[in-house]
Nanobody, 117 residues
Framework: QLQASGGGLVQTGGSLRLSCATS????????MGWYRQAPGKQRELVAL???????KYGASVKGRFSISRDNAKNTVYLQMNSLKAEDTAVYYC?????????????WGQGTLVTVSS
């Protein structure tokens, strides 16, 4: 299971830290990601962190958001700074592991981030 938390209402320019606690998976084997979906839009990649802590960011959040993981706590984080109204969306965490051609892909339930101007 993936349990996302930390969403809420924040003013433009503010910060939030999302957490995604996992259970029932071998966390250290999984690449972890954050995605978001705004109303009427497709789900998009926000940030990704691999098992060896290589990171990748969506163009719209690069330089403002930071993804990290704590393998001891089986948790991935998304630090969001300098928030903009266009960051408003439901944020989902994702865990992916591909081994011997089999892909294990899990999603959390989402946490709503609302940025007000």
């Amino acid at each position: 299971q993936l349990q996302a938390s930390g969403g809420g209402l924040v003013q433009t320019g503010g910060s939030l830290r999302l957490s995604c606690a996992t259970s029932g998976i071998s966390f250290g084997f999984y690449d972890m990601g954050w995605y978001r979906q705004a109303p009427g839009k497709q789900r998009e990649l926000v940030a990704l962190i691999t098992t060896v802590t290589t990171t990748k960011y969506g163009a719209s959040v690069k330089g403002r958001f930071s993804i990290s993981r704590d393998n001891a706590k089986n948790t991935v984080y998304l630090q969001m700074n300098s928030l903009k109204a266009e960051d408003t969306a439901v944020y989902y965490c994702n865990a992916v592991w591909t081994i011997r051609g089999v892909k294990y892909d899990y999603w959390g339930q989402g946490t709503l981030v609302t940025v007000s101007s």
